[in-house]
């Protein structure tokens, strides 16, 4: 029954204590020096959104330029150092923080942790990463001549052989490319081995692996999983980087090297580097589905299977990439057939919070709105990949629009669609405010129709025929309309996302105070205080099932049990 000696409300009304801040220079020094773990996860979050915002502009940029024909808005070297750094940016220092926001903030709490196994690591990983960020965009500035003209680098966000060699690609501006991937590489396998640390060593009392909630569970697999992933990234970096001052020849296909190789190693990173990025996301989703259809969660070890499922074989489907540089049909075979291969466990997640959601009592509120989303666009966005992981449709298909509107339907429709639903979910248990409700409403609305007027229309382009990376294009091809609709649609989604930042800022100041559990949820985050103590927790909780506060809360549910 109801244990009444659950002590987790042993920490509902304790208040942080005060910390000496006096000054702005005080704050900002507490924040350089924190080695807390849901102050660095709130740093983790900040860098990512403040490089949103600067991507978003490169993106839009990109889609002026593109919005009709004959363009000269920018210059043609600008085009690719835009697309390149849109690229780059997206994913290593929007995405990969975006893992470590959520793993930090979340994840001790959930397992009734005082912090992260290793709090120095925990500091060092972010302030690596956040100096790779730095080092990225330093070459904007600091090309060929410290002063001289800046020169962001412009070989794609994969940099494939032989566009990287010195001889097409002189000055500094692929070397900041180089080295800001190493160094936010290191920062990401210290935060890896810190979340596999905590979940296997700080879980309280009665958590059992197997009574996780599923967001830590996500979160731990992928811990493990950005150490196999980052590797080859790293090492193929190390390599580029001799090649470029120390005389080797590794993708120097005129001496004896291997463009292909390049390509190799880049994609056994890439490829599962999507599901590293889309882990997050199915967290949230697990989470914010139970919570919103009153419902636990269906499934719950083929859930956990599934993502173990996922991420392994995801490992073998990387050359699913490279069907057009002529593999032998046995290698296009395997690389059809492994590929197809993801589409089983990725369908049991899906049907599973399919299954959660039915019969449940849904409550649309603004992160169960983006959930919803995520689920019907993370579909297409499997469905277009079964399409382009058939090798002969991808020899038609490769390098077209088509391909762009198919991974931004996984990394924007699937991904950014869930990190809007998991800050409208846990910015209360940050800040202690609600943000605004009427604003999420908006900012879903026209997010999601920007969203579903540029890629929709793009998978469109790619199927008449336009390749990906060009500057501009002649007005007899037939692409102008969808071209500008698609910009238009680019245009909405950046009103929203300003939409989106305005709330942030408003709901810290103006929100509705939100208590410590404000969405009556299941988890032990929402135990303890809003925001909680510098300690978390001020006695360890003991953990007797799955959704440990829901079933504390509600001793009368017909699910009510201890496993
Ligand atoms: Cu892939």
Request: proline share 6%.
């Amino acid at each position: 029954m109801a244990d009444q000696t659950l002590p987790i409300h042993g920490a509902l009304d304790l208040t942080p204590p005060r910390e000496s801040q006096h000054t702005l220079l005080d704050i900002l020094h507490d924040w350089v020096i924190t080695v807390d773990h849901k102050k660095l996860g709130l740093m983790y979050m900040m860098m990512a959104i403040f490089f949103l915002l600067v991507a978003g502009a490169e993106a839009i940029c990109i889609r002026i330029q593109l919005a009709v024909p004959n363009n000269h808005f920018i210059s043609p070297q600008t085009f690719n150092r835009l697309f390149t750094m849109h690229g780059t940016t997206m994913v290593f220092l929007v995405g990969m923080p975006l893992v470590f926001a959520w793993a930090n903030y979340i994840v001790p709490l959930q397992i009734g942790a005082r912090d992260m196994a290793f709090p120095r690591l925990n500091a060092f990983s972010f302030w690596l990463t956040f100096l790779g960020g730095i080092f990225l965009y330093y070459s904007f500035i600091g090309g060929p001549g410290l002063y001289g003209t800046g020169s962001a680098p412009d070989v794609t966000w994969w940099a494939y052989a032989p566009l990287t060699a010195k001889a097409f690609s002189p000055g500094h501006a692929t070397d900041y490319w180089a080295l800001a991937l190493i160094v936010t590489g290191f920062g990401t396998i210290g935060g890896g081995i810190n979340i596999m640390a905590t979940v296997l060593s700080m879980r309280c009392k009665g958590m059992t692996l197997m009574r996780m909630p599923l967001f830590t569970w996500l979160m731990f697999v992928n811990g493990a999983f950005v150490l196999i992933v980052i590797t080859p990234l790293t090492a193929a970096q190390v390599m580029l980087l001799i090649d470029r001052y120390l005389g080797g020849h590794f993708f120097d296909t005129q001496a004896g090297g291997s463009a292909t190789v390049w390509m190799h190693f880049f994609w056994i990173f890439g490829h599962p580097e999507v599901y590293v990025l889309v882990f997050p996301a199915f967290a949230i989703a697990s989470e914010v589905i139970q919570v919103f259809s009153r419902k636990a969660i269906f499934g719950y070890p083929a859930m956990v299977a599934a993502v173990v499922g996922i991420a392994f074989v995801s490992l073998g489907v990387w050359a699913h990439h490279m069907f057009t540089i002529g593999m032998t049909s046995a290698g296009n075979a395997f690389f059809v057939l492994s590929t197809s291969l993801v589409g089983i466990p990725t369908g049991i997640k899906i049907f599973n919070w399919l299954a959660t959601m039915w019969g449940g009592k849904i409550r649309f509120a603004t992160p169960m709105l983006f959930c919803t989303a995520f689920l019907f666009q993370f579909l297409c966005a499997g469905l277009t990949g079964i399409m382009l992981s058939v090798a002969p449709w991808d020899w038609q298909l490769h390098s077209s629009y088509f391909v762009i509107a198919h991974f931004h339907y996984v990394l924007v429709g699937a991904i950014v669609f869930n990190v809007f639903a998991g800050i409208y979910y846990w910015f209360p248990k940050a800040t202690g405010r609600m943000m605004s409700e009427t604003l999420g409403k908006w900012h879903f609305w026209l997010f999601f129709i920007g969203f579903h007027v540029t890629f929709d229309t793009m998978h469109f382009v790619g199927f008449e025929g336009m390749p990906r990376w060009i500057y501009t294009y002649p007005a007899d091809r037939g692409w102008q309309h969808l071209n500008l609709v698609v910009s238009i649609g680019g245009v909405i989604q950046a009103i929203a996302v300003l939409l989106f930042a305005y709330n942030l800022i408003w709901s810290l100041f103006k929100g509705k105070i939100a208590g410590n559990d404000p969405w009556d949820a299941w988890t032990l985050e929402w135990a303890t205080s809003s925001p909680p103590p510098i300690y978390n927790f001020a006695t360890d909780p003991v953990v007797r099932s799955r959704r440990p506060l829901w079933d504390l809360k509600h001793p009368e549910d017909p699910d009510w049990k201890y496993d």
